[in-house]
């Protein structure tokens, strides 16, 4: 947007551009346009934040070309924020947190301790574990997230996701081969192996929705090996 948009060119030279987060720009609305910020949370999670510097990363603003000034000031995730403006709801009320959504899930699931985890599952699933007050690196490549920073101590996060899980169960309604998705797991049950029929889920990989490696298997044995799919998914995670 940036090299193609000339008006925003324009207003990045006036310095009238003000980028954020889906919580900077709630937070922005939410208090009559007063109120510009985003917490360590959400920003760590734009890649334009340096996890172990805890700053913006002028590093990889300058490789992608985005000024510093378009970015939010970075305020603590629990504290007085602002405060709803009074248009909105007939009196203001305080505006105290700022977090982005698996780390609110991890503190919701009183992830409190380093080691402690949880396994959201959605659309995709994620799987975030608290892993104390230092951004310990991945030997996998998981790049550490900010948790949450609260009262100037800030806890971080490691995070793998898998991001075809609640989609196949969406891919498999619209095939007709269930209606109702409560009722898989009794049908996988019925039978004590997938008899050699596998699933691959490739909603987002492979230039394929989804892979069998049985031509016509029986339902039971392919709601089993789609159940096993997703299990191995969420599995891999882990490792």
Not at 20 to 41: C, F, H, I, Q
Not at 97 to 117: E, N, T
């Amino acid at each position: 947007m940036i090299n193609n948009t000339s008006k925003l060119k324009s207003r990045l030279k006036e310095k009238k551009v003000m980028f954020g987060t889906v919580d900077t720009w709630l937070l922005w609305k939410l208090s009559g346009e007063r109120v510009w910020a985003t917490d360590r949370a959400s920003a760590s999670g734009t890649l334009m934040y340096d996890t172990f510097q805890n700053m913006w990363s002028s590093m990889i603003l300058s490789l992608v070309g985005i000024p510093m000034h378009i970015l939010p000031p970075i305020v603590d995730t629990s504290g007085q924020i602002g405060v709803v403006d009074e248009s909105i709801f007939g009196t203001e009320i305080p505006i105290t947190g700022l977090v982005g959504d698996q780390q609110a899930s991890l503190f919701g699931h009183c992830c409190f301790k380093p080691g402690d985890m949880k396994l959201t599952l959605g659309t995709g699933s994620f799987l975030n574990v608290n892993i104390g007050s230092k951004p310990l690196a991945s030997i996998t490549g998981i790049y550490p997230l900010v948790a949450w920073d609260i009262k100037n101590s800030i806890t971080f996060t490691a995070e793998a996701s898998s991001i075809t899980v609640g989609t196949c169960i969406d891919w498999l309604k619209s095939t007709g081969i269930i209606q109702d998705v409560s009722s898989t797991s009794d049908i996988a049950k019925s039978v004590p192996d997938t008899n050699g029929c596998y699933f691959v889920p490739a909603f987002a990989g492979l230039p394929v929705c989804a892979l069998f490696t049985s031509l016509l298997p029986p339902k039971q044995n392919f709601l089993a090996s789609f159940l096993s799919c997703l299990k191995y998914s969420n599995q891999k995670l882990f490792i």
